[in-house]
């Protein structure tokens, strides 16, 4: 059974920095695709990061391209997302999701089969 745990999130202020991480197992192969996904109240779910099973690409939104780094160390059994130069706007509960092999469309939320539970990141400025 495949299980995502998210962790790491908490209150910032503007300008600092958190990391978040997603605790991943259940997979019987390496070859997954993952990403962190965000929703802000009364918003849509929308994708922020996505790296490719390889680990050789990674995808950002351009709201975060270049303050946000998609991660995941060598055994794959976590996933990171570093947050730099945190905006009030980043304020979110922040999802890590997962689907075997590979997607064609890396924040798309249907392209993933499984969830965490969410952490939430709240930037104040």
């Known amino acids: 059974q495949v299980q995502l745990v998210e962790s790491g999130g908490g209150s910032v202020q503007a300008g600092g920095s958190l990391r978040l991480s997603c605790g991943i197992s259940g997979f019987s192969t390496s070859i997954y695709s993952m990403a962190w996904f965000r929703q802000a109240p009364g918003k849509s779910r929308e994708g922020v990061a996505g790296?490719?099973?390889?680990?050789?690409?990674?995808y950002y939104a351009d709201s975060v391209k270049g303050r946000f780094t998609i991660s995941q160390d060598n055994a794959k059994t976590t996933l990171y997302l570093q947050m730099n130069s945190l905006k009030p706007e980043d304020t979110a509960m922040y999802y890590c999701a997962a689907t075997l092999g590979f997607v064609t469309e890396p924040f798309r939320r249907e392209e993933y089969n499984y969830w965490g539970q969410g952490t939430q990141v709240t930037v104040s400025s």
């Open positions: 790296i490719h099973p390889s680990g050789r690409f990674t």
